[in-house]
């Protein structure tokens, strides 16, 4: 079976409607972390220009990951600079610490 890791980075602000959009698709589990950081949009009025956003990563099938992919853009899409990424990696191998094995489609 092949993986992909779905990788986002949005508005702190949108988090909320991602995640109702993810669960709607039928995602089963996100990790959401608070990162800082600047790209396309930087805050020049701070002293480090830095701002922070919420990182989404999802672990996923390779069929299911463009549908959750597109499902980020969707909820978290205002059309203003700073809006975020989503980016999708393959995964070579998945593992369960708590089975101790590599990791099968019915669990994600």
Do not use: C
């Not at 059309?79 to 989503?86: K, N």
């Not at 590599?102 to 669990?107: C, D, G, K, S, Y």
């Amino acid at each position: 079976m092949k993986y992909r890791k779905v990788t986002a980075i949005i508005r702190r602000d949108a988090l909320e409607k991602v995640e109702r959009k993810l669960q709607q698709v039928g995602v089963n589990g996100i990790s959401v972390t608070r990162v800082k950081g600047y790209g396309e949009y930087a805050d020049f009025y701070a002293r480090d220009w830095m701002v922070t956003y919420a990182r989404i990563e999802i672990f996923t099938t390779e069929e299911k990951a463009d549908d959750i992919a597109q499902a980020i853009v969707e909820a978290a899409h205002v059309g203003l600079s700073g809006d975020g990424i989503v980016a999708v990696l393959p995964v070579e191998k998945l593992y369960r610490i708590r089975t101790k094995s590599e990791a099968t489609t019915e669990h994600i």
